[in-house]
């Protein structure tokens, strides 16, 4: 297998510090790397429907909650992990951009709902298209089978920082 600018950082390091094991840099400065492609791709994939990637955040999560697709600020807070005055922020840019619509809650006439317009649908559904052609392209070079084998051990990695493990 080719060698990549990891194993030469990694190799380097050996090199300068045998005393230490700088083993996990082979695996964590590769995801970091990695990371950085995906942000890039993400940034790329939402552009092109005039997006940027905190608007996809929240009209990815008010899109998977199904219809009415509507959530609580509350609920949209959590699923961002954003504060509030920064949700209340970009709840209003979204608003003023026909993305999203506030309605009364039909419960609770203090609280409201934050709802995905028609709009708001639509683009979300076209940047995810784009964005899963730039995650395919991504992994072009890996067998399915890998693919899946990948995803479980990084879901060993990510577990014990992920606030909704059990």
Known sequence: ???????????A??????DLDVAPMGVLSRVSRLARHLDRARRSAFAA??????????????????????????TLLAQTL????TMTSRVDKLTARGLVTRR???????????????QG???VDAALESLLAHERSILANVAP????MLANLLRALVLPFDDTAE
């Open 13 to 18: 390091w050996q090199r300068e510090r045998p």
């Open 49 to 74: 429907h005039g997006l940027e990637p905190w608007e996809f955040d929240v009209l990815a999560a008010l899109r998977r909650s199904g219809p009415p697709y509507e959530l609580s600020p509350r």
């Open 82 to 85: 954003v504060t509030s005055g």
């Open 1 to 11: 297998m080719a060698a990549d600018e990891v194993d030469r950082l990694v190799a």
């Open 104 to 118: 009364a809650d039909e419960h609770d006439r203090r609280a409201v709902r934050v709802v995905l317009t028609e």
């Open 121 to 123: 649908k639509s683009s």
């Open 145 to 148: 089978d890998d693919q899946a």
